[in-house]
């Protein structure tokens, strides 16, 4: 029995149940997941446009409220910050709130056919939806650089899908996309 304790061990990659299940399903491509995001900053600039013409009517005549920062002040730059991560919480909004109610999809993933999928349970918690929405930003750092990690990945996660441990699923009619080669659908499982 002491043998056994002292033994020198080695990692061990066990699958879970869940990955087990979603070992084979045919990944989205590139392109489909890049429409999808064009196709939700759409949705996204038409939700807030109605908002900013209110805003223009109602302030016309306020030359206060067309006022521009001067980011050479602390008051200026800490304005336009301000208003970066006002966008950027709308957006994250959007995007975790459409992950969490549709489990996974957003307009954009809906119309082009593909799901969002967590590797670690059967659906989208709040708080995985929240660190994928906000992945994004961290997929968008080095010039976009971890989008095109789908490419170096065997499982053709970005950046946002790795931290939030999720994969994008093409939900389409068979033969519309390459399916995984049968040796692919094995390294998926493992």
């Known amino acids: ?3 056994k ?3 020198k061990r080695g990692f061990r990659a066990h699958e879970t149940h869940r990955m087990d299940e979603l070992a084979g399903l045919p990944l989205a491509s590139f392109r489909r997941r890049a429409l999808a995001i064009t196709i939700d900053f759409a949705v996204l600039l038409m939700l807030k446009t109605p ?7 109602h302030h016309r005549h ?5 006022y521009k920062p001067n980011l050479d002040t602390m008051a200026g730059l800490l304005h336009a910050i301000w208003e970066k991560l006002q966008d950027l919480l709308e957006s994250a909004l959007y995007s975790a709130v459409a992950m969490k109610v549709t489990n996974g999809r957003t307009v954009g993933k809906w119309i ?12 989208m918690g709040w708080w995985q939806s929240i660190e994928r929405a906000l992945g994004y930003g961290a997929s968008l750092l080095e010039g976009g650089f971890g989008f095109f990690q789908y490419y170096l990945n065997r499982n053709r996660q970005t950046v946002h899908d790795r931290i939030a441990e999720t994969i994008v699923l093409y939900e389409g009619k068979p033969g519309l996309v390459d399916a995984p080669l049968p040796e692919d659908a094995a390294e998926v499982g493992r």
């Open 1 to 3: 029995m002491l043998k």
């Open 5 to 7: 304790w002292t033994e």
């Open 51 to 57: 908002v900013w013409v209110v805003l223009l009517l």
């Open 62 to 66: 306020d030359t206060h409220w067309s």
């Open 112 to 123: 082009m056919k593909i799901r969002v999928v967590s590797l670690t349970q059967d659906r």
